[in-house]
């Protein structure tokens, strides 16, 4: 059972920002967050991951409060091609027993 | 730099057959991973592989099975398909925290 929960679906606008906030009220001490996106047919795609309050790299930026319950990821400006599955992971992702556990993920449509 | 490669990227096989996809991680990782991801659904976490040796699996039957190799690389194995095996199989390595998947390999069974 994913332990996340996120919105199913998204509409969005080109040259808009667009966040999406991400629930994980059982998240352990150890615990990372991480974003995927997947284009359909095609493998999913690390974005962001982040422990506690802001991350930012050349693709997005993903805060997390202080009581790391929750997380949005924030993509600047999207554009047509941003239109995909996001998937929002939170584990403790040690090389020795990695496992990922998807939700359904949230489907972004970006319109012209 | 070579990104985690698998083979064959599509398949079509015959229920009742046995079919192994092979993926190579990036160079460096020790950690595999196998996902199946039907349509509309996310990615369903298969096995994970470290340092040869087998260390999660998921909720799949006994007819799955994978195995790594010396040089990290990892073969699945289904056998006795069925058609609901039908779908995307991905297979990503992983490196301080972060996994990076192939591109995937779709079966079909018909």
């Known amino acids: 059972l994913a332990k996340t929960t996120q919105p199913i679906s998204m509409d969005s606008y080109e040259g808009q920002e667009v966040n999406i906030t991400c629930s994980h009220n059982?998240?352990?001490?150890?615990?990372?967050i991480t974003w995927y996106q997947q284009f359909p047919s095609q493998g999913p795609r690390f974005i962001i991951q982040g422990y506690k309050t802001k991350v930012t790299n050349e693709v997005a930026s993903l805060f997390i409060p202080a009581d790391r319950k929750s997380s949005t990821l924030s993509l600047p400006r999207v554009s047509l091609s941003d239109t995909a599955v996001y998937y929002c992971?939170?584990?403790?992702?040690?090389?020795?027993?990695?496992?990922?556990?998807f939700g359904s993920g949230t489907r972004l449509l970006v319109r012209p | 730099d070579a990104g985690v490669t698998q083979s064959p990227t599509h398949l079509i096989k015959t229920r009742g057959q046995h079919v192994t996809l092979r993926c190579s991680p990036i160079?460096?990782?020790?950690?595999v991973s196998w996902y199946q991801q039907v349509l509309g659904q996310g990615p369903q976490f298969i096995f994970q592989y470290y340092e040869k040796e087998e260390r999660g699996r998921g909720n799949f039957p006994d007819r799955f099975s994978a195995r790594q190799f010396p040089n990290y690389s990892s073969e699945l194995n289904v056998n006795a398909l069925l058609l609901g095996d039908s779908a995307l199989y991905l297979c990503a390595s992983s490196l301080e925290r972060k996994a990076f998947f192939g591109q995937g390999t779709r079966l079909t069974v018909v």
């Open positions: 160079s460096g990782h020790k950690s």
């Open positions: 059982n998240i352990a001490t150890n615990d990372y």
């Open positions: 992971l939170v584990g403790d992702y040690m090389d020795s027993s990695y496992k990922l556990i």
